[in-house]
């Protein structure tokens, strides 16, 4: 069973609604992730934080907002998307900072369907 | 530049099968690590192996084994005894040492185990 647990594992929205996808880690790692996944594709990189600070935002579109209530939560709040935002988001822990060694323990994934 | 290639889009082998997955990589760097993941029908991203650029030491881990040259640039990972659990999507990355520690990731290759 995965130590980073992600809610929920599908959801549907329409292109108005505003969503929220949540993950949580008990493992103590100081460095949370958002990937977002297209099928039959590698994961893209979305956010980093480290120690509950936002380190990297890879040029995400604003209607993609993060954030990390603390150190073992980590949500990403969904407003306005268009139907290309259709992918798996897959949550993602570390145990050191932005800058680690790659080692990373994802979650299952949130299967998002924007219609 | 950094770049990570594996041909193989996809592979379909007969269960006990040693099957082996190729990954190029290419990087300026001197320190890097590599690594490989797996990714199930489930969607969880599961790290298999991460070797840094100055261990050209081969892995064995039970049935997995990982071959690395430098001198090709090549990080091979080979399962024996292939088993239907195995089928799932694999993943190689490389990450640089520098300030951008962004894993770089491979296509994947799909590989599918057959009773």
């Known amino acids: 069973d995965t130590e980073v647990t992600q809610t929920p594992k599908h959801l549907v929205m329409g292109m108005t609604n505003k969503k929220s996808l949540k993950c949580e880690q008990h493992?103590?790692?100081?460095?949370m992730y958002w990937y977002k996944q297209k099928a039959k594709k590698p994961p893209e990189l979305m956010f980093v934080?480290?120690?509950?600070?936002?380190?990297i935002n890879e040029s995400v579109p604003s209607r993609f907002s993060p954030e990390c209530p603390n150190s073992s939560l980590l949500n990403l709040h969904l407003h306005a998307l268009q139907p290309e935002d259709s992918a798996l988001y897959l949550c993602?822990?570390?145990?050191?900072?932005?800058?680690?060694?790659?080692?990373?323990?994802f979650g299952e994934g949130s299967r998002l369907t924007v219609l | 530049a950094q770049k990570v290639t594996q041909a193989q889009t996809e592979i379909s082998v007969v269960e006990k099968e040693d099957v082996t997955l190729d990954c190029v990589y290419e990087?300026?760097?001197?320190?890097?690590?590599l690594f490989w993941y797996k990714q199930p029908p489930s969607g969880e991203l599961v790290f298999l192996i991460r070797?840094?650029?100055?261990d050209e030491q081969n892995e064995i881990s039970g049935r997995y084994s990982w071959n690395f040259q430098k001198s090709t640039s090549s990080f091979n990972f080979t399962i024996t005894a292939s088993q239907v659990v195995d089928s799932a999507v694999y993943f190689c990355?490389?990450?640089?040492?520098?300030?951008?520690?962004?894993?770089?990731w491979g296509l994947g290759t799909s590989l599918a185990v057959n009773p």
């Open positions: 993602a822990s570390s145990p050191w900072t932005a800058a680690n060694t790659g080692e990373l323990f």
């Open positions: 070797r840094n650029s100055f």
């Open positions: 934080y480290s120690y509950e600070k936002l380190s």
């Open positions: 990087t300026r760097d001197t320190t890097y690590y």
């Open positions: 493992m103590g790692h100081r460095a």
């Open positions: 990355a490389l990450l640089n040492a520098g300030n951008n520690r962004k894993l770089i």
